[in-house]
């Protein structure tokens, strides 16, 4: 069975710095990547997501991530964040060997944006 | 356009006492799921439906039941709460056709079992 692994559990960076939050998952052929964000007291939202094709994703907010099979990563990046970007952010793997489409997160990285 | 709409928001109960958690969906999709979000935890599958009148166990079952009548909804039963489930809980909803998509989620139910 697929499991993902986000290596910070907290993050804090400052204003305008650049910032990288780590994800990784345990090998399988097929696979299919996602990030999501998470504001106080909120639902999940799509950040991203990796199906297939070019290995660097982009997604809302300026946010981008970067597929790399022979480390079974999936990095998510920002060159600058801003004090909204503060949240919660969740890697997750979808795993269709065995036709079980189950999508199976990270236990998240708490992102503080201090001015 | 409407979503995944969970009801209740918010809920306290008395150990052993039951209760249903809404899940209503307006996408058409085939895929439901529930979630539990616990800190530290991540978000845990409780239970899946891949479409109307099938059901399977995710990660945590145990003390959840679910049944799935029609496409749109997707109910989660807790028969005999426990202070152990006292968590958020997340109903999600995902489209099988056209590959694999997102999952799309409903703003969440603070469960507090006393």
């Known amino acids: 069975a697929q499991s993902v692994t986000q290596l910070d559990s907290q993050v804090p960076v400052f204003e305008e710095a650049p910032v990288e939050l780590r994800c990784n998952y345990s090998s399988s052929v097929s696979v299919y990547l996602f990030w999501y964000v998470q504001y106080p007291n909120q639902g999940l939202q799509l950040l991203l997501k990796?199906?297939?094709?070019?290995?660097l994703v982009k997604g809302i907010n300026g946010f981008e991530a970067e597929f790399n099979k022979s480390q079974t990563s999936f990095h998510l990046r920002k060159p600058s964040v801003h004090i909204s970007d503060t949240a919660e952010y969740f890697c997750?793997?979808?795993?269709?060997?065995?036709?079980?489409?189950?999508?199976?997160f990270g236990k998240g990285t708490k992102l503080t944006v201090n001015p | 356009n409407a979503g995944v709409t969970q009801t209740p928001k918010f809920q306290v109960l008395k150990t052993g006492q039951s209760m249903t958690l809404q899940c209503a969906q307006d996408?058409?999709?085939?895929?439901m799921s529930w979630y539990r979000q616990d800190p530290g935890m991540g978000l845990r599958l409780i239970h899946y439906s891949v479409g109307a009148g099938i059901t399977d166990q995710g990660e945590v079952p145990n003390g959840y039941n679910v049944s799935r009548s029609t496409t749109e909804d997707f109910p989660l039963r807790l028969l005999s709460a426990a202070p152990s489930q006292t968590s958020v809980y997340f109903c999600?909803?995902?489209?099988?056709?056209?590959?694999?998509?997102?999952?799309?989620f409903g703003q969440g139910t603070r469960l507090t079992v006393v």
């Open positions: 999600a909803s995902r489209s099988r056709t056209g590959g694999v998509t997102e999952a799309f």
């Open positions: 996408m058409n999709h085939e895929y």
């Open positions: 990796y199906l297939s094709g070019s290995t």
């Open positions: 997750a793997v979808s795993d269709l060997q065995g036709g079980s489409e189950k999508l199976v």
